[in-house]
């Protein structure tokens, strides 16, 4: 059974920089998988920020961007603002079917 | 503005059925593949199927295949999860997304609508 992993938890303060990661159990993802990006707030529906590992969708804040670093997809906040502080998913395409990783919960502190 | 309201959801015993609903307004529905994706109650996101803009290519997650089955009317601009042999483990928030495949991505949510197996 394919697993897509994310780290359950990461800290950061405000005006700095983080880095999430969405690592395959089956090997490096690539732009193959076409790694999307969710932000979900408490209470609310989660909203879209990358598609196909980079691509920004027209609402999403210029300081997120999507890469693949090291064999994984990653989402990378530069000047973190408080609003920022959510839980995010990354989502992986495995031919028609699609993957969700398990979340990454952002403080900001 | 691209519009995407669920209903159906309830309360319905382990092994009862239920039906979602999925309206579309504000684009092209027609044009669009559509996916339903779940949330369990202080969990994660669970993709559970998708349908094509013409119906000819459905796929299911394993947690559901053959117990659920989507469906649309692109007439109606409407998408279905015919939801049948339920279970507690299918307690979730059930949201209707667009989804514009492997290239675009998911992009536009719902507000989802709650489903809840109980005796």
């Known amino acids: 059974q394919t697993v897509v992993t994310q780290e359950p938890s990461l800290t950061v303060s405000p005006g700095g920089t983080v880095t999430l990661t969405c690592a395959s159990s089956?090997?490096?993802?690539?732009?193959?998988?076409?790694p999307n990006w969710f932000q979900q707030k408490p209470g609310q529906a989660p909203r879209a920020l990358i598609y196909s590992t980079s691509n920004k969708h027209s609402w999403t804040p210029a300081r997120f961007s999507g890469s693949l670093l090291g064999g994984k997809a990653a989402l990378t906040l530069s000047g973190v603002q408080p609003e920022d502080e959510a839980e995010y998913y990354c989502?992986?395409?495995?031919?028609?079917?699609?993957?969700f990783g398990g979340g990454t919960k952002l403080t900001v502190l | 503005q691209v519009h995407l309201v669920e209903s159906g959801g309830g309360l319905v015993k382990p092994g009862g059925s239920l039906r979602l609903s999925c309206a579309a307004s504000g684009f092209t529905f027609s044009d669009y593949y559509m996916s339903w994706i779940r949330q369990a109650p202080g969990k994660g996101l669970e993709w559970v199927s998708y349908?094509?803009?013409?119906?000819?290519?459905?796929k299911y997650a394993d947690s559901v295949r053959g117990r659920f089955t989507i469906s649309r009317d692109n007439a109606k601009n409407s998408l279905y999860l015919q939801m049948n042999s339920l279970r507690a483990e299918d307690t979730a928030v059930y949201y209707c997304v667009r989804d514009l495949g492997s290239g675009g991505g998911i992009d536009v949510w719902g507000q989802g609508t709650t489903v809840t197996v109980s005796s």
């Open positions: 089956t090997g490096a993802v690539t732009s193959g998988y076409y």
């Open positions: 989502l992986l395409y495995y031919g028609g079917a699609r993957l």
């Open positions: 349908i094509s803009s013409s119906s000819s290519d459905i």
